[in-house]
């Protein structure tokens, strides 16, 4: 018995990795606009916590932190996004992913995507050179060979990561409670509609930047990563900065959130 609940939870966690990765896309990504907010040197730190028998345990960090990088051609924002299991949890289920972009600083339209995950021995890395409409993938998993892929995606679309941030650049105070927006990313080779509803303000704790008032957003997609009507909700401070103050989410396999610990260099 105890080894099917560990079996159980175990999964679970897995499965609240997979599925938080591909919400992070989803809940920062209600708009394309300039970066004028988005600089070099940012750090957010958020705690991660999961539903495991009715209570809400804390399992992991995010961290998504932004820094300059020069090459002889170019400068690009690299933009970066980590998660991990905190150490008491490593032995029972161990946890390391980085998703990692490289952007124009003033379009945010990226050229490089990277994904690195590790989770509980599984291992995928992913690498997306991104031209234009043109995407050249790159796929190593497990012990199977790597593979190769060329496929094009619509002008709007971007990779997971650097959606994170459009967010940010969007006066949201113009927005009408109950208004939509249609979107598109790109994940796991293939293209996903993602809607947005924004659904008013509210005021909550954002960490150390204290008690905040927020946009609180409603994220949909045509996916099975996310379940129910209004449960996946993410809530941006509703000022010039919009840091992401908390997010809840609702899967097959429970529910969780993201909650903002620190906020630096914004």
């Not at 429970?254 to 610990?261: A, F, K």
Request: glycine share 6%; with cysteine.
């Amino acid at each position: 018995m105890k080894s099917k609940i560990h079996e159980y939870r175990k999964n679970n966690i897995k499965n609240m990795s997979n599925k938080i990765s591909l919400i992070l896309c989803f809940v920062f990504t209600f708009t394309a606009a300039n970066s004028q907010t988005i600089k070099s040197g940012e750090k957010l730190v958020f705690a991660g916590s999961y539903n495991m028998s009715g209570l809400m345990t804390q399992l992991a960090q995010v961290t998504m932190s932004t820094e300059n990088v020069t090459t002889s051609k170019n400068t690009y924002l690299h933009l970066s996004c980590e998660l991990s299991t905190y150490s008491k949890w490593d032995s029972f289920f161990k946890i390391r992913d980085i998703y990692e972009s490289y952007v124009n600083p003033k379009t945010l339209k990226p050229s490089l995507y990277k994904r690195n995950i590790d989770e509980g021995g599984y291992k995928k890395k992913e690498k997306y050179v991104i031209k234009g409409n043109t995407v050249n993938s790159t796929v190593k998993k497990r012990n199977y060979p790597e593979s190769q892929k060329t496929f094009t995606i619509g002008g709007s679309t971007q990779d997971v990561v650097s959606l994170l941030y459009k967010v940010r650049t969007m006066d949201l105070s113009k927005f009408k409670v109950g208004q939509t927006q249609n979107l598109m990313i790109v994940f796991d080779e293939k293209q996903i509609p993602v809607t947005l509803k924004f659904m008013g303000k509210e005021t909550i704790s954002a960490g150390n930047l204290g008690s905040k008032e927020c946009y609180k957003l409603s994220i949909g997609a045509k996916t099975d990563a996310l379940k129910g009507k209004d449960k996946n909700l993410i809530w941006l401070t509703a000022d010039s900065k919009k840091v992401p103050a908390l997010l809840k989410f609702s899967i097959p396999v429970g529910t969780g959130q993201l909650t903002l610990t620190s906020a630096t260099g914004i």
